[in-house]
């Protein structure tokens, strides 16, 4: 989990979220060549300032006119041209316009990006390019895995589903996506507990450390005793 949460505040919690939230300016040389990795089939490549993509036989599919290019998700890549914002399809076809109302954008998850609007606030478009979840987050994680995505205000974690309903209320200092139907919480005590997909709570937030729940089983800390626990909250 340390992992995870390092991860999550280097891209999402940085006061200039736009240039981390997936896309954002490039640092490298002008003059230099930079390779990503093949995601759908293509990467993308930086040659003289501009960003375009090639395909495993190293031919050029889509031309080298961008000023920032991430990679492939879900058969859409964000770019940035002009100034501007938008998603290529992978023929290089414009699949969502360039939209100024956006500082930042994200890959697609399960159908939805994120966007950063102008107030720094975070919400989710779909393919069309039309906003299917408004911009009333502070913050968010990489995107929507199993139809929930986690996302935070005043930084406290909850959880969204793809409409944008609330199913875990946003008040916890850290939660972790769900994993055998239950999610890792930690209240502003520091305590470690379990919620379920509807928000309430399946263990008692009383441990010291968590981990999530595999094949049935958790590992916990209690005092100075680490051991697993059932989904019931009892001691295996």
Known sequence: MKNYII?????LLSANLAAQVTVG??????????????YDGLTKIKKNGKWGFVNKKDEIIIEFIYDFAQDFSEGLAAVKQ????????KMGQIAI???????????FHEGLALFLDHNDKIGFINKSGTIAIPSNYQSAANGFENGFCLVSN???????????KILVPL????????????????NESGKY?????????????????????VDGKAKVTFGS???????KGKKL
Request: charged residues 25%; hydrophobic residues 40%.
């Open 7 to 11: 991860l999550l505040f280097t891209l």
């Open 25 to 38: 300016e490039d640092k490298e040389s002008n003059d230099s060549e930079v390779r990503g990795e093949f």
């Open 82 to 89: 002009n100034g501007k914002f938008g998603y290529i399809d």
């Open 97 to 107: 316009p360039f939209n100024l109302n956006y500082l930042a954008v994200g890959n």
């Open 154 to 164: 005043n930084d406290l974690w909850g959880a969204i589903d793809s409409k944008g």
């Open 171 to 186: 008040q916890y200092i850290w939660m972790e996506n769900f994993s055998d139907g239950l999610a890792v919480v930690i």
């Open 193 to 213: 507990g379990f919620v379920d997909i509807n928000g309430k709570i399946a263990i008692a937030l009383k441990y010291k450390k968590a981990e999530k729940f």
């Open 225 to 231: 005793k680490t051991f697993f626990i059932n989904k």
